[in-house]
């Protein structure tokens, strides 16, 4: 097991950037059934971009479905981690309309 999964816990508090070349948003996710981020404040962020990768060790990439790129709108609020995330052993959420966002993350199952 990997330092990211070894010390993950749900509740735990992440910070999404703008770009999916670094760990910091990265959260395990294919042991879990479902997760929520929730988020206080957007700074100025607009929009997550789901990224996911098999390994801290590689590079994240886009998550699909249906051909389009996975997408959540940013407000302050509680968001499920899309279905489409399902079986992705590592999330990065990535961020757009601003540099860094602050997020808990939950995860159950």
Do not use: L
């Amino acid at each position: 097991m990997n330092e990211i999964a070894r010390h993950f816990s749900p509740g735990t508090v992440i910070t999404a950037s703008s770009t999916a070349a670094t760990t910091a948003g990265m959260f395990p996710f294919g042991r879990f059934g479902g997760a929520c981020v929730m988020i206080g404040n957007t700074n100025s962020c607009t929009q997550i971009d789901w990224y996911g990768t098999v390994s801290p060790d590689v590079t994240p990439q886009p998550i699909y479905s249906d051909g389009a790129a996975v997408t959540t709108a940013v407000t302050v609020g509680v968001h499920p981690v899309p279905d489409a995330c399902f079986a992705v052993n590592f999330v990065v959420p990535v961020v757009t309309g601003g540099t860094t966002c602050a997020m808990t993350v939950m995860a159950k199952g």
